[in-house]
């Protein structure tokens, strides 16, 4: 059955699968990335995804959704009962079953290999609209030349590792982000300290002893945070993915269906509230930056900071990562590139016997020098 926007879908429990027919000969078309397009891996027909090159990406008011979500979940849901996550969808190829659990929101037919999506699980009513995607950049192939370079380059990691490389497929998936921007007041209050030297001591032992003064310091000033980055989905290595920033997010394109075509997607599990808690977290670890940078002096002692944030937006964003999964002797490890920039952030084993050898040469080296200064 086609819809009016040229996608097809067929569901169970109220949800839609959709995907892209091929308009030469109906198989699915999948985001070709680097070209941009949806392409046919049956028989290459391609065609431009339409985005209105016009049409921005929008700050929206944070309080503003937190009542109209609120609203919207307490008309549906009165007895504040949860609802089941799991939905089941057919596949039009084949005529399987699939089953998306949890934010799962854009997968593969695992009988066929077909891609599917829930169609408009990323903007149903109690849910937050995502207003953009950060395409893919890099391709499969490219990702995986960043991951060899990522291994030769880990120092102290044993040499069959480096020489053999990580072997396992990667997974291409678009993971939710909040992005938050605030304007913060801070009234700080602590003290700056400042070194001195005196002399103490009489004969041999007299010697030069630094001190610090204690001065007060406090003030106030304003600070405008633009785009703080929130991962908002669980389950996911988030210190990982957060090391994987910047994010060229002036290249994201307003929020559709068809740039996730043959792509995981996951939709939020991070509330919009929450993740704001988090967001608040990174912004407070800068602005204590700041405060210190103020009170200025050698030394300072922050003994407090009060904030009031204001004028709240966001932006509810899609952004690509490559995932991989793989093992060496008897540990799971993980890798995540950021799909926009090519950046590598993951985990490694480490050879123990490199360790050793580094320590003992460091060891050796401070002998040589303490000898050297001594004689």
Not at 9 to 36: M, N, S, W, Y
Not at 108 to 135: F, K, M, N, T, W
Not at 140 to 145: F, M, P
Request: net charge negative.
């Amino acid at each position: 059955m086609a819809n009016s926007d040229g996608g097809r879908h067929k569901g169970t429990e109220g949800d839609d699968a959709r995907v892209f027919p091929c308009e030469q000969c109906g198989a699915d078309l999948t985001f070709h990335i680097g070209a941009g397009r949806l392409k046919c891996s049956h028989c290459g027909f391609a065609r431009d995804i339409e985005v209105d090159s016009e049409a921005g990406i929008e700050e929206r008011d944070f309080r503003e959704m937190l009542a109209r979500v609120a609203e919207q979940r307490a008309g549906k849901h009165p007895d504040g009962e949860a609802t089941s996550t799991d939905r089941e969808v057919t596949c039009d190829a084949c005529g399987a079953t699939v089953r998306f659990s949890g934010t799962l929101t854009s997968s593969e037919c695992a009988y066929c290999g077909s891609p599917l999506q829930l169609d408009r699980a990323h903007d149903a009513d109690d849910r937050i609209a995502a207003d953009g995607v950060l395409p893919f950049r890099l391709d499969r192939q490219t990702a995986r030349g960043n991951l060899a370079t990522w291994v030769r380059s880990r120092w102290f990691a044993p040499n069959d590792f480096k020489a053999r490389g990580i072997d396992g497929r990667f997974n291409g998936i678009y993971l939710p982000y909040w992005t938050y921007d605030t304007l913060t007041t801070n009234h700080y209050v602590g003290q700056r300290g400042e070194h001195y030297w005196v002399t103490v001591g009489s004969g041999k032992n007299r010697r030069r002893v630094m001190r610090t003064r204690w001065y007060p310091a406090s003030g106030t000033f304003q600070r405008f945070f633009d785009d703080v980055l929130v991962v908002a989905a669980t389950g996911v290595p988030t210190e990982r993915l957060t090391a994987l920033e910047p994010w060229p997010l002036n290249e994201c394109v307003p929020f559709s269906q068809e740039l996730l075509a043959g792509s995981l997607a996951r939709t939020y599990d991070v509330e919009l509230d929450e993740g704001f808690v988090v967001g608040k977290e990174r912004m407070a670890a800068a602005i204590e930056v700041d405060v210190r940078g103020r009170i200025g002096g050698n030394v300072q002692r922050v003994q407090s900071i009060t904030t009031r944030h204001e004028a709240i937006t966001y932006k509810h964003l899609l952004l690509p990562v490559w995932m991989l999964a793989y093992r060496y002797g008897e540990k799971s490890y993980q890798v995540v590139v950021n799909a926009g920039t090519g950046e590598v952030q993951g985990d490694r084993p480490y050879s123990w016997i490199k360790i050793a050898l580094a320590v003992m040469a460091g060891a050796a080296a401070i002998g040589g020098a303490v000898w050297i200064w001594g004689g």
